[in-house]
């Protein structure tokens, strides 16, 4: 399975910004992607994420409200869709995919999380 992130870029506060995740190769085996982002110094952080199933959708309380994710299947790209940007966005945003469940759905941790993508730069400025 392969990610390729894109759609980062410089932004002004309260602008809007769509990120895409083209995932390719295998992409019947994905079973959730997950958006997390890295700031520079902190802990990479769960965004949000979508079962590619059920449509069903995970938000980190911080993003409900802004950010939006959704899944074109006919593409196999996930859109994290995000509103009001603050200059607390501002980290490299990665997607991530899972390729089968294990013993429990943890969407928060990145280590439940089978492949990455290279990540795209969001920059927010105030």
């Known amino acids: 399975v392969q990610l390729v992130e894109s759609g980062g870029g410089l932004v002004q506060t309260g602008d809007s910004l769509t990120l895409s995740c083209a995932v390719s190769?295998?992409?019947?085996?994905?079973?959730?992607t997950g958006w997390f982002r890295q700031a520079p110094g902190k802990e990479r952080e769960f965004v949000a994420g979508?079962?590619?199933?059920?449509?069903?959708?995970d938000f980190a309380d911080a993003m409900k409200g802004r950010f939006t994710i959704f899944r074109d299947g006919a593409k196999n790209t996930v859109y994290l869709q995000m509103n009001i940007l603050k200059p607390e966005d501002t980290a490299v945003y990665y997607c991530?995919?899972?390729?089968?469940?294990?013993?429990?759905?943890?969407?928060?941790?990145?280590?439940?999380?089978?492949?990455w993508g290279q990540g795209t730069q969001v920059t927010v400025s105030s």
């Open positions: 190769d295998d992409t019947s085996s994905v079973h959730y």
């Open positions: 991530a995919a899972v390729t089968f469940w294990g013993a429990d759905k943890r969407v928060m941790d990145h280590s439940w999380y089978h492949y």
């Open positions: 979508i079962d590619w199933s059920y449509g069903t959708t």
